[in-house]
T-cell receptor
């Protein structure tokens, strides 16, 4: 089955800095790569996703890049704000399952 | 309002006492799944369903059962709960697997 590795597990930045979270996947047939944000005590919510026919996607301060050859994808957050503090999960599709990484706790200090 | 609901939200039970966690969605989604979330392990898929009467195992199915008799409902059944099933459980639905997953509010289960 699909295996998704996510790094780092914890990331601390100062407000205004950029944050980058990286994920690798094992199944070369995977074609959908979403990112979810989970605030403390809340449910995960989609923040951005990318499909295998696209190399990069941007939505305001958030961007995701995908390198299918190397089987890795990354989340980039620019101009971080305290409200960006949360746990972020990457995921990748297998045949009919969605496999999540173990998560990255992002802490943005004012 | 479009939503995924789960019940109960909190449950404390004892080893071996059968329980069911309900999940319902009102968005006419075909794909539904159950996840468990444990510290340091992220979200792990237990079971998923691609449509009515179609269910399959995810990564951690042992000790769980599901059914999908109607499109909107996808209950999770623990026939004989054990302490290692103490966890936070999320139900999710989406139009297909490769669309935004909408998560329920979660069910925190403690098995003593």
């Amino acid at each position: 089955g699909e295996n998704v590795e996510q790094h780092p597990s914890t990331l601390s930045v100062q407000e205004g800095d950029s944050a980058v979270i990286k994920c690798t996947y094992s199944d070369s047939a995977s074609n959908y790569f979403p990112w979810y944000k989970q605030e403390l005590g809340k449910r995960p919510q989609l923040i951005i996703d990318i499909r295998s026919n696209v190399g990069e996607k941007k939505d305001q301060r958030i961007a995701v890049t995908l390198n299918k050859t190397a089987k890795h994808f990354s989340l980039h957050i620019t101009e971080t704000q305290p409200e960006d503090s949360a746990v972020y999960f990457c995921a990748a599709t297998g045949y009919s399952t969605l496999t999540f990484g173990k998560g990255t706790m992002l802490l943005v200090s004012p | 309002e479009a939503q995924v609901t789960q019940n109960p939200r909190y449950l404390i039970t004892v080893t071996g006492k059968k329980l069911t966690v309900t999940c319902s969605q009102n968005m006419n989604h075909e794909y539904m799944s159950w996840y468990r979330q444990d510290p340091g392990l992220g979200l792990r898929q237990i079971y998923y369903s691609m449509n009515v009467e179609v269910t399959d195992k995810g990564d951690v199915p042992e000790g769980y059962k599901v059914s999908r008799k109607e499109k909107r409902n996808f209950p999770l059944i623990l026939e004989s709960p054990s302490p290692n099933q103490t966890s936070l459980y999320f139900c999710a639905s989406s139009p297909t697997m490769t669309d935004t997953q909408y998560f329920g509010p979660g069910t925190r289960l403690t098995v003593l």
